[in-house]
C-alpha cells in the first residue's frame, strides 16, 4: 500500500492530509509536526485569536484525523530525508519510507540584526504558544513597542489597543506598509492607528535593543530611548528550508519548486509558505506567498499532484488584513503596473486598480470598513485571473458595476 509523508502540520499539510482522502486515496498518510499541538490558522494569531488566546483555531478536531486514518504525529521534528532511499528521518531515529512526500515546512519569524534571540521582554509572533505568551504582556497599564510596520506589527497593535495595552509601532522606511500596498492606503491604514492611540513611528533607524529585569529598552539613531514592557519583531518571515537543503534540493528564496509544486527530487514535493513557484498569470515570475489562502489552495492541488493529476498553480494571490474597524485586500501583484485608477465605494472605502502598459489589470487593492471591499476585490480577481483589459473609465466610475466588465 502505498505510503504519503507530509512533513509540517500546519495550515498546508493538514489540508493536503484532507483532501487526499477527500479525492479517494486510502494508502497511509503520516502528517508529521514539529509543535506539539494539532493543526490550527495562524492568521488569528495576531487579532481576535490573541485576544483570546487559548485555544487556537484547529483546522480539524482532533479525532478527524483518526477518522480519516492520518497518522497525526506531533512535537516531532523530520531531520532528514534520503531522496534517493525514499526515507526520512525524526528527531527520535525512526526512518519512515515513503511513496511521495510533502514538505510543508512554513515559515519561522526573522530576527532582528543584533538582537540574540528573544527573551522574557524581546518576542516575537508566529506560533500560538507564541501568542500565549506575548497575550500575559498586553493590558492597561502596559506598552508594547512593535519593531516593523507590516502586516504583522499593525495588526498586533490594533489588538493590543483593544485589549487596553498602550503601543508604538517603529518602521524604519519613510512609510507602513511600503512593501505591500499603495501609499494611498497606507495613509489611511497609518491615520487610523494614530487616531485609536497608536504611536506610528516612520523612517527610524534602530541601533540597540537592551533587555533589561524591569523593561526593554529600544535606542534609535535619533538618540531617543523608548521603553516598553515588552518588543515584538516584526519584520517577516523567512522560509523553512533547513531540511530541503540539507537534503540538496533547489533553493530559491524558499523550496524552490516548479508550477505542479515538483521539487527537483523525484516525488518530493513542496507547498505553502515554504516554497517558491513560477506564476505564469504573471510571464512566469517566481513568487513566493505567505498567506492563508494560498497555504490552502496549494495544499489541495498538492493533493491532486501527488495522486497523479499534474495540475498547474493558476489562483490570483489574495490576502487581507484586519486592522480597528478596516479591512484591506488584495489581489493580484501590483509589481509592473503602470497605472493606478481609482474607484470610491463610498464611506471612505476604495480601491486602486493596478494596469499594465498594455491595459492589462495587474492587481487591485482595496480598503474600507468591514466588507465594503469585499465583493469588487473578488470581481476584479476574476478579472485579472482573464487577464482582462477593461475599460479605465468604467473601473472608476462606481456607478458601473465590475460584473459588466466581467462579462465583457
Keep these: 500500500m502505498p505510503h504519503f509523508i507530509i512533513v509540517g502540520a500546519g495550515e498546508c499539510g493538514a489540508r493536503t492530509a484532507f483532501a487526499l482522502r477527500e479525492k479517494g486515496f486510502d494508502g497511509d498518510i503520516t502528517l508529521i509536526g514539529a509543535e506539539p499541538v494539532a493543526p490550527y490558522e495562524r492568521p488569528p494569531l495576531s487579532k481576535e485569536g490573541l485576544i483570546h488566546a487559548h485555544p487556537p483555531k484547529f483546522v480539524a478536531a482532533l479525532e478527524r484525523y483518526a477518522q480519516q486514518g492520518i497518522d497525526l504525529r506531533l512535537g516531532i521534528d523530520a531531520t532528514d530525508i534520503d531522496t534517493l532511499g525514499k526515507v526520512v528521518t525524526l528527531a527520535d531515529g525512526q526512518k519512515l519510507g515513503y511513496d511521495k512526500l510533502l514538505l510543508a515546512t512554513g515559515a519561522s519569524a526573522r530576527s532582528f540584526p543584533g538582537i540574540a534571540g528573544t527573551g522574557e521582554r524581546i518576542r516575537m509572533l508566529r506560533t500560538h504558544a507564541d501568542a500565549l505568551a506575548l497575550r500575559t504582556a498586553l493590558h492597561p497599564g502596559r506598552h508594547i513597542a512593535i519593531i516593523g510596520g507590516g502586516f504583522i506589527g499593525l495588526e498586533l497593535a490594533a489588538t493590543a489597543r483593544k485589549l487596553g495595552a498602550d503601543a508604538t509601532v517603529i518602521e524604519g522606511l519613510s512609510r507602513v506598509l511600503k512593501r505591500g500596498v499603495p501609499e494611498a492606503v497606507a495613509e489611511v491604514i497609518t491615520l487610523r492607528h494614530r487616531e485609536e492611540g497608536v504611536d506610528v513611528r516612520c523612517g527610524e533607524t534602530i541601533i540597540g535593543v537592551e533587555d533589561r529585569t524591569d523593561c526593554a529598552i529600544i535606542r534609535l539613531a535619533s538618540g531617543e530611548a523608548i521603553s516598553a514592557d515588552v518588543v515584538l519583531v516584526g519584520i517577516g518571515a523567512q522560509p523553512n528550508v533547513a531540511l530541503a537543503e540539507k537534503a540538496g534540493l533547489a533553493i530559491d528564496n524558499g523550496i524552490a519548486v516548479n508550477d505542479r ?148
Excluded at 482573464?386 to 456607478?399: E, I, K, V
Design 261 to 408: 509544486l515538483e521539487t527537483s527530487a523525484a516525488d518530493v514535493y513542496a507547498a505553502g509558505d515554504c516554497c517558491s513557484f513560477p506564476l505564469a498569470l504573471y510571464g512566469g515570475r517566481r513568487v513566493r506567498l505567505e498567506c492563508w489562502r494560498n497555504a490552502q489552495e496549494q495544499g489541495t492541488l498538492a493533493a491532486a499532484n501527488l495522486l497523479g493529476t499534474r495540475n498547474s498553480i493558476s489562483a490570483v494571490p489574495w490576502f487581507w488584513s484586519d486592522q480597528h474597524d478596516l479591512t484591506l485586500q488584495i489581489a493580484g501583484l501590483a509589481d509592473g503596473a503602470a497605472t493606478m485608477l481609482r474607484r470610491d465605494l463610498g464611506e471612505e472605502a476604495f480601491i486602486l486598480f493596478h494596469l499594465d502598459e498594455t491595459g492589462r489589470l495587474l492587481a487591485a487593492s482595496g480598503i474600507g470598513r468591514g466588507n465594503a471591499v469585499a465583493r469588487d476585490i473578488r470581481l476584479a480577481e476574476m478579472l485579472i485571473a482573464a487577464r482582462a483589459c477593461p475599460d479605465p473609465m468604467a473601473l472608476t466610475a462606481s456607478h458601473i458595476k465590475l460584473k459588466s466588465l466581467l462579462a465583457a
